[in-house]
């Protein structure tokens, strides 16, 4: 790798470098620092460049804001202000030192510093220990995180059994970093996590959640759960994933539970929500595994609806929202699609109906990566699953109906001419007809609807 910092400064965005002019004509430096410079340097190998802008200073908080108009103590009690500047926010810090780490989580006190090497020294990787003088056109990388950078090596600043110790989150940023920079654990590095879990045990669930979320932007999210898989993570977070370790498949697939979700995850398109799916499509295929006399092999009868029913707490647990948890664990519930050319088109429309129109394209997406991560050959799968999705692209461009609010008819026309009170029968009705519609497309008009409305009104069971 070739170290042009010509070119490093040449990416440097013009307000950033305003920045530091206006910091240095206030008679104080300034250093652009951690993972921006980081992937600065790694930019020549393509990797992309972050959007974040972090800038280390000598001056105190209060002289920054001194110098700029718009100022937001975000972090002022660390040391950190936000300067807003053409409307993008810049998070300046004072050059700092700190205590110890009572809580595992951050540090009981912070002290300011003048020295740029102090101030990189409490920093968790080499590689997010270098700092850039945008001014000077200077890098100062005083634990050769450069060196690391050209190994591909992740190690930590320092004792790195210590640096865990302050931090319970800088293991699973380990695993993250393994995956996002395709690095390997320094072996002093490696060795240092388990004994750290302890303190891992103390980070929140939120922290947690944020780092698996980006570990999924990595082009093999997988490297990242190995890592926490093989040093004791998830024995802590979701121990309910290490159930899948070993657990032996059917002939169709080449893997083991584990590493069929491992080969999916790193298929899904990288969406982190639906690679959240990836993960625990086939969570719930340990507990309903079987032997089957009549094929000789294994069956996992019910396992989507069990993993359903395991992914909403583990999703509850790691503070997913509503939302987001709904989404996967409707994925997960629907993603084995057991689709052939003998389904008739009115079971196509009783399937969209099932799963709703709004997951479509990401179970389609899920169902992709589920039968290439079977690691074996997936034309004749994927051939069906083209199939479905010309099936139902006819059918939603038909204008069939997959949901009550589809009818020709609704609760006011009920109410109108039916002469019927509000109520739960309404909703009866309305089911029933969706039911006879999606079987026949052509009864879906009002004259039809309203007289079969008037015989299930007067039926007894109705």
């Given amino acids: 790798m070739q170290l042009d910092t010509t070119k490093l400064r040449q990416a440097v965005p013009p307000p950033v470098l305003a920045l530091c002019r206006r910091l240095r004509e206030g008679g104080h430096r300034s250093w652009v620092v951690g993972g921006c410079v980081r992937d600065l340097l790694l930019a020549h190998e393509g990797t992309q460049v972050r959007n974040d802008w972090d800038i280390a200073t000598d001056a105190l908080p209060e002289q920054v804001q001194k110098l700029f108009r718009k100022v937001i103590p975000t972090g002022i009690q660390h040391g950190t202000v936000t300067v807003l500047l053409e409307r993008v926010g810049y998070e300046v810090t004072t050059l700092r030192g700190e205590t110890t780490y009572s809580d595992g989580r951050r540090p009981d006190e912070v002290y300011f510093v003048e020295d740029i090497a102090a101030d990189l020294e409490r920093r968790d990787f080499t590689v997010n220990a270098i700092a850039y003088d945008v001014l000077e056109d200077r890098l100062i990388d005083p634990f050769d995180g450069i060196g690391d950078l050209k190994r591909r090596s992740l190690r930590a600043v320092g004792d790195a059994a210590k640096r865990f110790d302050e931090d319970g989150l800088r293991i699973l940023r380990a695993a993250r970093f393994v995956a996002t920079l395709q690095f390997e654990l320094e072996d002093e590095t490696r060795r240092a996590i388990r004994p750290s879990l302890d303190t891992y045990r103390k980070v929140s669930p939120e922290r947690i959640r944020d780092e698996w979320l980006k570990a999924m932007g990595a082009d093999r999210p997988s490297r990242a759960f190995e890592i926490m898989r093989e040093h004791g993570m998830l024995e802590v977070t979701a121990p309910e994933l290490l159930e899948s370790v070993g657990c032996e498949q059917n002939r169709y697939h080449a893997y083991d539970v584990w590493g069929h979700a491992m080969s999916c995850l790193d298929h899904c398109a990288p969406n982190p929500i639906l690679r959240m799916a990836g993960l625990l499509h086939d969570v719930g295929k340990p507990r309903s595994r079987a032997f089957s006399e009549k094929t000789q092999d294994y069956t996992f009868y019910e396992h989507e609806r069990i993993g359903a029913e395991m992914s909403e707490p583990m999703l509850a647990r790691l503070r997913f929202s509503n939302d987001e948890r709904t989404h996967i664990t409707s994925l997960v519930r629907h993603h084995l699609i057991c689709y052939d050319e003998s389904w008739s088109d009115a079971a196509v429309r009783r399937w969209i109906r099932r799963v709703t129109p709004e997951l479509l394209e990401d179970l389609y997406s899920l169902n992709r990566a589920d039968v290439l991560g079977k690691g074996k050959d997936a034309s004749a799968d994927l051939d069906r699953l083209k ?50 519609v999606t079987d026949d497309p052509t009864r879906n ?12 009104a007067a039926a007894p069971e109705a």
């Fill in 387 to 436: 199939s479905l999705q010309e099936r139902v692209a006819r059918a939603l461009a038909e204008g069939s109906a997959v949901k009550v609010s589809d009818l020709a008819i609704g609760g006011r026309e009920l109410l109108a001419d039916l002469g019927m009170k509000p109520g739960p029968k309404i909703g009866v009705i309305l089911r029933a007809l969706l039911e006879e």
């Fill in 445 to 456: 008009n009002p004259e039809t609807l309203l007289q079969r409305a008037k015989e299930l």
